[in-house]
């Protein structure tokens, strides 16, 4: 098993398992993004966001998709974990545990202090795996968006 960060030619390979991701999280439909939008998120001279893959026998079977985020009050980057995802007949080998590892040390090396990730309340299999981490649960805190029509209406009134 190899981490390695993702090339373009892996592009396709991450536009399946982001669907991958999707199904297990019971949202297929709501997987628009295309693979050119992929590629020109992860592969442009100004990437957006970044991926890292996992590697077993010359195939792709996870993928951490992270970007930078900002705390004022440290006054510093850090790392925003948007997407970690590793096929299940390759779970429990230690894949995740190696993606977090690689992403921890990403902030140590660049002096980030905060590696943060959202995960859904219903999804007990990844929060034991990362309370098992040492990672607390940001419970106080409540995750507001604006999207689709009601992001387009606000953006819009007068």
Avoid at 37 to 61: D, M, R, W
Avoid at 64 to 70: T, V
Avoid at 82 to 97: M, T
Wanted: net charge negative; proline share 4%; glycine share 6%.
């Amino acid at each position: 098993m190899q981490i390695r960060l993702a090339q373009p030619a892996d592009a396709a390979d991450i536009h399946r398992l982001i669907f991958e991701l999707a199904v297990y999280e019971k949202a297929p439909e709501q997987m628009v993004a295309t693979l050119e939008q992929i590629e020109n998120s992860l592969f442009s001279e100004k990437p957006t966001a970044f991926c890292h893959v996992a590697e077993v026998e010359g195939k792709i079977v996870g993928m951490a998709l992270w970007f930078l985020n900002y705390s004022t009050w440290l006054g510093k980057p850090g790392i925003y974990l948007e997407d970690l995802f590793v096929q299940p007949e390759y779970r429990g080998h230690g894949i995740g545990k190696s993606f977090m590892k690689t992403l921890a040390q990403i902030c140590i090396e660049r002096g980030y202090e905060r590696f943060q990730w959202w995960v859904l309340d219903w999804n007990e299999p990844s929060i034991d795996f990362y309370k098992s981490l040492g990672a607390v649960p940001m419970d106080e805190w409540t995750v507001f968006r604006l999207s689709g029509g009601a992001l387009e209406k606000f953006a819009n009134e007068d």
